[in-house]
């Protein structure tokens, strides 16, 4: 998962770069607002953790222009901020959750994964598609309650593929997607991947659409 990070404090955005590192997710980090992408990919940013107080402007108007594009990347605001017509001005903005700081890092990685089963339509830790079990944070899969042994990579991918069942991801925004601080995945490198993926969970559980990308069966 790949994490966009907008926070002026230098300390602060080291520890939680650092922080979301140690738990496996890759992250971008601005400490201008002028710098803030004018929208945010959603094929490339899986969440916004968002500072409200920049210094040349207000993390409210970033999280307006965003949500004004019917942008659907979910958004976190971090701030120093905790009375509660602030936090309601979050809300009604369009943030999906609100940490006042200080605050855990551990409880913001909490955070994070919580807001991103909600928007994958996920209601726990373990996510069902089909015959499979996966559970994110532990890096497991099972199958038919049978362990499977994946890869780090084919693990990733079954994750991107398992956030929208059934909904087809393009080959583009899937190599983005598992190579996000670099250049995107090979596309024969991908296929290969697709291909050992389906030997382990079962040949019929992804299917191919000619010449647009992947989708894995519900």
Request: glycine residues 8%.
């Amino acid at each position: 998962m790949h994490i966009l990070l907008i926070e002026d404090d230098l300390d602060l955005g080291r520890a939680l770069q650092s922080a979301l590192k140690v738990e496996g997710l890759t992250s971008e980090w601005h400490r201008r607002a002028a710098d803030a992408p004018i929208q945010v990919d959603a094929g490339l940013f899986d969440c916004v953790l968002l500072d409200l107080t920049l210094p040349d402007g207000s993390g409210y108007d970033l999280l307006e222009r965003w949500r004004r594009a019917h942008n659907p990347v979910p958004v976190i605001v971090i701030t120093a901020r905790g009375a509660v017509e602030d936090r309601l001005a979050g809300r009604d903005g369009g943030a999906d959750d609100f940490v006042v700081k200080p605050f855990a890092t551990a409880e913001l990685v909490s955070r994070i994964r919580a807001v991103l089963r909600r928007t994958a339509r996920q209601v726990s830790e373990q996510w069902v598609v089909g015959n499979l079990v996966i559970e994110p944070r532990s890096r497991s899969v099972r199958r038919d309650a049978q362990a499977l042994d994946l890869s780090p990579r084919e693990f990733a991918l079954l994750l991107e593929l398992a956030r929208e069942p059934g909904v087809v991801m393009a080959k583009g925004e899937l190599a983005q997607r598992l190579e996000p601080l670099g250049e995107p995945l090979d596309f024969s490198a991908l296929e290969v991947h697709i291909s050992n993926l389906r030997r382990k969970i079962g040949t019929e559980s992804i299917r191919t659409i000619r010449g647009v990308g992947y989708a894995i069966r519900v």
